[in-house]
């Protein structure tokens, strides 16, 4: 069912589907290659005027392409559904679908002329001849060479035909036909000199018209143009209706019978209005049955065909949409499948990490340890050597002199040589205790008490408070050893520093705490000078079990420290 605007046309779609397209990308090969074949089997099925078919395959072809983003195909596949619904009559649905190609459009090329000729082809046949005109002008404009401008001048021509401005239309086709390529294109030669001849007839130059006309159609019958005959029959029927009926019948009746051949319904109808207007009484009935009949069932078969296109695109987007829908619960399911991998592999990296940060601590608190334990001995060795040094030493030394000069037959120098020997022997036993190892089991708490005692003498009187009630088997044995030592450290500067009278440890425990509160009378000092006194290695002592140590000490005023540690 062609009309008589797309014979030009039909030649400018033959030169689109020749024009390249672009190349479908690797990871997209089969879908790109499943478009190709929707398009070829859209030309077949359009070439055999099998529309529905047609109209179907290059809608799933657009779809296959829009997911490979080939804008080139996606807009050629959209020209040739528009130019089936024109075909069909559904010209507003070829807006629709011609509207939805523009975004596609990147560049002015022989696409966008293709669009905009499909465009001013739908609005001539709306009757909306000014937008017709306007988008002819438009696809003149994206025209790259003098032969496909041909095209929309013929098409602007012919609508300056239907609003009687015949003198811009026959300008327009005698400019196009003194080009010298026309002589060798005998269709598109008939096409325009059908409406050149046209032209000058509906001027009213009735005689130059009709030589034109009966040109054309010679020329068409010379190059056996069965279909572009039509027009010409009807335009001569047109001309010969007023001052020959007969003639005019003849033309008519040539050019149904041929548009009944090739099944164009519209310009069977149009011949059959000039047999009805023409013909006796009689045949007018006939002829008028024929064309209501007709007319009825192209009204009935266009409604049907629109109905269908509408019906293929909102089935496609429904597909579409779904298909869209189930690739992204797809692509969803992927990605929850990967993040759970990406779960599992970080869960193992960071199991992995944290036992060798275990391993690492281990060895690092081993290291410190046992540099710690380095350190501890050469401190005590020090210290030894210092106590050994400052006082032992001496005191031998002062014994040694003492039976050099002294008479030791006399019991009172014996005596004090005893007292001399004895003080030596109890220094020695106080340096040995001070730095052997410590019992941590049941008899902690009676070791720790002896030891404090020992600091017991004429001139000081150690007082110890409470030791008793503290449950010290649940007392870590690390810390048991870290408070031992603490206060040794205690007693040690107190006997070197303090010249305390009284000496107060009260020990005291709330079941996950143990407190304990050194005092003494003695002389103090200023508290920037306890680092001086040593007293610093007592509180890294106790942070590194977790506990706290505080001086309260003042010059004259005595010593105070408070110690807290968890069990």
């Known amino acids: 069912m062609l009309r008589s605007p797309f014979l030009c046309f039909i030649i400018f779609l033959l030169v689109l589907s020749c024009k390249e397209t672009t190349t479908p990308s690797i990871h997209k090969k089969n879908v790109s290659e499943e478009g190709y074949s929707l398009r070829e089997k859209g030309i077949s099925t359009l070439e055999n005027k099998n529309f529905n078919s047609a109209f179907y395959n290059f809608n799933k072809s657009k779809i296959a392409f829009e997911f490979t983003k080939d804008s080139s195909n996606i807009v050629y596949n959209l020209i040739q559904m528009a130019t089936i619904q024109q075909i069909n009559g559904d010209y507003y649905g070829s807006k629709e679908t011609l509207t939805e190609a523009l975004p596609y459009i990147k560049k002015k090329d022989v696409y966008s002329a293709a669009i905009n000729n499909l465009f001013g082809i739908a609005d001539k046949e709306l009757s909306l001849y000014d937008d017709a005109i306007f988008y002819y002008k438009e696809a003149l404009k994206d025209c790259t060479d003098e032969i496909s401008k041909q095209y929309p001048l013929n098409n602007i021509a012919v609508v300056y035909i239907q609003q009687k401005k015949h003198d811009q239309a026959i300008q327009i086709l005698s400019s196009i036909l003194t080009k010298k390529y026309i002589d060798k294109d005998s269709i598109r030669k008939s096409i325009f000199l059908d409406n050149l001849g046209y032209a000058y007839f509906k001027k009213g130059l009735q005689q130059k018209g009709l030589l034109i006309m009966l040109q054309s159609l010679d020329l068409r019958n010379k190059i056996d143009d069965s279909y572009g005959s039509i027009e010409s029959n009807l335009h001569l029927a047109e001309f010969y209706a007023k001052t020959n009926p007969q003639k005019?019948?003849?033309?008519?009746?040539?050019?149904?019978?041929?548009?009944?051949?090739?099944?164009?319904?519209?310009?069977?109808?149009?011949?059959?209005?000039?047999?009805?207007?023409?013909?006796?009484?009689?045949?007018?009935?006939?002829?008028?049955?024929?064309?209501?009949?007709?007319?009825?069932?192209?009204?009935?078969?266009?409604?049907?065909?629109?109905?269908?296109?509408?019906?293929?695109?909102?089935?496609?987007?429904?597909?579409?949409?779904?298909?869209?829908?189930?690739?992204?619960?797809?692509?969803?399911?992927?990605?929850?499948?990967?993040?759970?991998?990406?779960?599992?592999?970080?869960?193992?990296?960071?199991?992995?990490?944290?036992?060798?940060?275990?391993?690492?601590?281990?060895?690092?608190?081993?290291?410190?340890?046992?540099?710690?334990?380095?350190?501890?001995?050469?401190?005590?060795?020090?210290?030894?050597?210092?106590?050994?040094?400052?006082?032992?030493?001496?005191?031998?030394?002062?014994?040694?002199?003492?039976?050099?000069?002294?008479?030791?037959?006399?019991?009172?120098?014996?005596?004090?040589?005893?007292?001399?020997?004895?003080?030596?022997?109890?220094?020695?036993?106080?340096?040995?205790?001070?730095?052997?190892?410590?019992?941590?089991?049941?008899?902690?708490?009676?070791?720790?008490?002896?030891?404090?005692?020992?600091?017991?003498?004429?001139?000081?009187?150690?007082?110890?408070?409470?030791?008793?009630?503290?449950?010290?088997?649940?007392?870590?044995?690390?810390?048991?050893?870290?408070?031992?030592?603490i206060l040794q450290e205690l007693m040690v500067n107190m006997k070197k520093h303090s010249q305390a009278s009284i000496v107060v440890v009260k020990f005291e425990s709330n079941g996950k705490i143990v407190f304990i509160d050194y005092t003494d009378n003695g002389k103090g000092c200023e508290k920037d000078q306890i680092v001086k006194n040593g007293l610093q290695n007592m509180e890294n002592r106790i942070l590194s079990i977790k506990g706290t140590i505080t001086f309260d000490t003042e010059p004259e005023k005595g010593f105070k420290v408070k110690i807290t540690l968890p069990k």
């Open 248 to 485: 005019s019948n003849q033309y008519a009746q040539s050019a149904y019978k041929i548009a009944t051949k090739f099944n164009s319904v519209d310009e069977r109808l149009k011949a059959l209005s000039f047999l009805i207007s023409n013909t006796s009484s009689i045949h007018t009935t006939e002829y008028a049955q024929k064309y209501v009949f007709l007319n009825d069932s192209i009204i009935k078969i266009r409604n049907n065909f629109k109905n269908k296109f509408a019906k293929i695109k909102y089935d496609s987007k429904k597909e579409k949409d779904e298909n869209q829908k189930l690739r992204l619960e797809k692509v969803e399911n992927e990605l929850s499948l990967q993040e759970a991998k990406y779960q599992r592999i970080f869960l193992i990296i960071g199991v992995a990490s944290l036992l060798l940060l275990l391993l690492y601590l281990r060895k690092f608190y081993q290291n410190r340890n046992r540099i710690e334990k380095i350190k501890t001995a050469y401190d005590t060795e020090t210290r030894i050597a210092k106590d050994i040094h400052d006082e032992l030493a001496n005191d031998v030394f002062n014994a040694m002199t003492f039976t050099q000069t002294q008479s030791l037959t006399k019991e009172e120098i014996k005596e004090n040589l005893l007292q001399k020997l004895n003080h030596i022997y109890t220094r020695v036993r106080g340096i040995s205790r001070e730095n052997n190892s410590i019992d941590t089991g049941i008899n902690y708490s009676v070791n720790l008490k002896e030891m404090l005692s020992t600091y017991n003498s004429s001139n000081t009187n150690v007082i110890i408070n409470n030791i008793e009630k503290v449950n010290w088997e649940l007392v870590d044995t690390i810390k048991k050893v870290t408070i031992q030592r």
